[in-house]
Nanobody
């Protein structure tokens, strides 16, 4: 069984920074893409950023230049450094990953349970 567990959420003032982490555990052979999504109150879940095993990254326009995604392939972790936070960044942030549990198995997509980020003065 594979689990994704996020940490690092909390309350921060506008203009502040937070660092989110996500650790994948369980029976893991390889991880392809890892990503962060978020869901604000009353809104649909939206993609924030992703990073592939080779290091290529992509960002939503709304966070480009403020957020940085990175990963540690040896530790099966992904982080999201969030700077210059705005009230509209308030949301539950979810970790997502495409994981293969063994050489013979197909890649499956997994979600964490989320961590709440609140940007407010």
């Amino acid at each position: 069984q594979v689990q994704l567990v996020e940490s690092g959420g909390g309350l921060v003032q506008p203009g502040g920074s937070l660092r989110l982490s996500c650790a994948a555990s369980g029976s893991i052979f390889s991880i392809n893409a890892m990503a962060w999504y978020r869901q604000a109150p009353g809104k649909e879940r939206e993609w924030v950023a992703d990073i592939f095993s080779g290091g290529r990254t992509n960002y939503a326009e709304s966070v480009k230049g403020r957020f940085t995604i990175s990963r540690d392939n040896a530790k099966n972790t992904v982080t999201l450094q969030m700077n210059s936070l705005k009230p509209e960044d308030t949301a539950v942030y979810y970790c997502n990953a495409d994981i293969r549990q063994s050489y013979s198995q197909r890649i499956l997509n997994y979600w964490g349970k989320g961590t709440l980020v609140t940007v407010s003065s």
